[in-house]
């Protein structure tokens, strides 16, 4: 396999992250990173690998989510609890401007790498530590992962039918947007960094950023008592609110957060009269006639097919979505028009279709320049030729396993 050349183009040209990290808050942090031009060195344990190369669909033996989530990331294998391991990792932090980490607290002080260590050998270096809990509190020690934040953010609480069990997400959400956050305060670091030299550490929990997502709970509980419940696809604030299903056995998605889209949606499913009565007056007061209002609207949607729903809430300035599978995206013209997916070559699968950089931007557009790599593809590129390793002392620590 051949070595990536470092990028030289992006908003994050010149950066280097090491992502210590593992599964996904962590690596899609560096992923976003690096698709915006950081120079990304992937650390992995050397025989056992990041867990997430096991996540998700294979093909032909090749982990599909790891190609995508360890995108223009180089990979080293390498032993962070040995002490040659460890002394290894604070060569390559003198080089770096950030590092990325998501052990238990207390793992990387005990091996001797902890923040202590790395601002001895890299003042300016940025370190994000993303744990379930953060460093702090009486929960710090605990296992931590997504779904557990999930629960307890109040996302769960939330989610579901009234009278059915709270539901966790079929996916990575609170990992997803914990990652997304910590793209963001490692750029809020590195800005400190260039104004005054000095690097920092970034305490960051999987719970709080989803906590955030999920809305201001604590504050209605704290100002009025009040402990929001389940309310299926329905929202408190305004109605109609739904998914309803067409005649052709499709779900669309019905929004109408604003008042005048609430009217329009009465007019065009044939119900003008609502409009004048006092309570539709307000989101609040429509959602207290939410019963009344979904059986006007999921009446006249049942009678007509999808695109016929589509054409006509379109056509009245309402707002409906189709409900997509992973195929509905990824036929949607407008997902095609705008560059959503994108196709990079991949060396074991050939053209590989997948999420393209997260945003665009006009003057330093991010970019794919290869997908994710073999364990270790890159680790004499970094030890040897960018360190001065040995070669034969290389060959000993791959021997016993501490590098990969």
Request: net charge negative; charged share 20%.
């Amino acid at each position: 396999m051949t070595t990536p050349t470092t990028p030289a183009d992006g908003p994050l040209a010149g950066l280097r992250v090491l992502d210590a990290s593992t599964i996904l808050a962590g690596p899609l942090c560096c992923q976003i990173l690096g698709d915006f031009g950081a120079d990304v060195v992937k650390i992995e344990h050397p025989t056992a690998g990041d867990s997430m190369r096991g996540h998700g669909k294979a093909k032909d033996g090749h982990p599909l989510w790891w190609k995508e989530i360890s995108r223009n990331k180089r990979t080293i294998g390498l032993s962070l609890s040995a002490p040659e391991g460890a002394a290894l990792l604070l060569r390559l932090a003198a080089r770096a401007d950030v590092l990325v980490e998501n052990f238990r607290p207390g793992t990387l002080e005990r091996w001797g790498i902890g923040p202590a260590q790395l601002h001895a050998v890299n003042p300016g270096l940025v370190i994000a530590r993303i744990t379930g809990f953060g460093q702090t509190g009486p929960y710090a020690s605990r296992a931590g992962f997504g779904t557990l934040a999930e629960a307890m953010s109040g996302f769960a609480h939330l989610t579901g039918a009234a009278d059915g069990p709270p539901t966790l997400p079929a996916f990575g959400l609170a990992d997803s947007i914990c990652g997304i956050a910590a793209s963001s305060a490692v750029l809020m670091a590195l800005r400190h960094r260039d104004r005054t030299g000095e690097g920092q550490v970034v305490d960051l929990s999987l719970l709080e950023p989803i906590m955030t997502a999920v809305g201001p709970g604590p504050t209605v509980y704290d100002q009025l008592g009040v402990v929001e419940q389940r309310n299926g696809n329905r929202s408190v604030n305004n109605a109609p609110r739904n998914t309803y299903r067409t005649s052709d056995g499709a779900w669309v998605a019905v929004s109408t957060s604003a008042q005048a889209i609430a009217e329009r949606v009465l007019r065009l499913v044939g119900h003008p009269e609502v409009i004048d009565e006092p309570w539709f007056r307000t989101g609040a007061g429509r959602a207290g006639h939410a019963d009344e209002l979904d059986g006007y609207v999921g009446g006249w949607i049942a009678q007509r097919t999808r695109d016929e729903v589509s054409r006509a809430f379109t056509e009245a300035g309402a707002a409906v979505a189709p409900v997509y599978s992973a195929r509905d995206i990824a036929e949607d013209p407008h997902v095609r028009a705008t560059g959503m997916l994108t196709t990079v070559d991949d060396a074991d699968l050939g053209p590989v279709r997948m999420h393209n950089v997260m945003w665009r931007m006009s003057a330093t557009p991010g970019r794919i320049r290869f997908t994710g790599r073999a364990l270790g593809s890159d680790t004499e590129s970094l030890l040897i030729d960018e360190l001065g390793c040995d070669p034969a002392e290389i060959a000993d620590l791959r021997a016993r396993h501490i590098v990969a």
